[in-house]
């Protein structure tokens, strides 16, 4: 059945879109001869599972859409062979833990959308491999909780021009997520507008927190 989607696509195709044509899995080498694609769009199907090799021979991708899947798991390397990859969709699909092994070979990669799945647990450095991220779409999730070092240090190296929208997760805003408003006010990151993306949780015992913590701080910068 894929072959004879794949079949009439010409192998220098900058394009390659099989949208809706209810394709169950991505097996090993089946990309390798469009060595010259950068738009590559799998979306709207019902792929439950990717196969490591699936996307060997695409080194020029730029950009891949999975979005409107099944994929409730990543194996470790699955986009290993993308290293040209910057934009990577992975909106409305099953997937509920995430973790660094996932975005190996991904130095280059800058947008990452992982907006509606079932995530509930964000592994310690989990996007650290990561280091071009300027969008981390987390949104309309399941998550709990985010500590600092699920991201590489270098995100922040071009000031401000980084977003982290963790907005519509049951977010339990203590010390684990003041991290998240500590950057914001000290310019290395924006956590956007509006109730989609920022992230909710329980006014006062949140703010208390933060003002705590806040008080603390400027207390040790003048001793």
């Known amino acids: 059945m894929l072959g004879d989607l794949l079949g009439d696509i010409p192998r220098n195709a900058k394009t390659i879109s099989l ?13 390798i001869k469009f ?16 196969d490591d090799l699936a996307f060997s021979g695409l080194n020029k991708l730029e950009e891949l859409t999975l979005k409107g899947n099944l994929i409730n798991n990543l194996a470790k390397g699955t986009f290993k062979s993308l290293t040209s990859l910057k934009v990577l969709v992975l909106t409305s699909n099953k997937l509920s833990v995430i973790h660094s092994g996932m975005w190996l070979g991904l130095g280059n990669l800058q947008n990452l959308f992982l907006y509606k799945n079932d995530i509930s647990t964000v592994k310690s450095m989990a996007f650290y491999n990561l280091t071009s991220l300027k969008l981390l779409d987390l949104r309309n999730n399941k998550i709990k909780s985010l500590t600092e070092n699920i991201l590489n240090p270098a995100v922040y190296k071009n000031k401000g021009k980084f977003s982290l929208l963790i ?34 949780c329980k006014r006062s015992k949140f703010h208390a927190e933060a003002s705590r913590i806040a008080m603390i701080e400027s207390k040790l910068k003048g001793i």
């Open 19 to 31: 949208q809706k044509k209810s394709i169950p899995s991505l097996p090993a080498n089946l990309f």
């Open 35 to 50: 060595t010259e694609c950068r738009h590559l769009r799998v979306d709207n199907n019902k792929i439950q599972t990717i």
């Open 167 to 200: 907005g519509i997760n049951p977010l339990e805003c203590v010390q684990q997520l003041y991290w998240t408003s500590k950057k914001e006010r000290e310019g290395l990151l924006t956590l956007g507008k509006g109730y989609e993306t920022r992230p909710k």
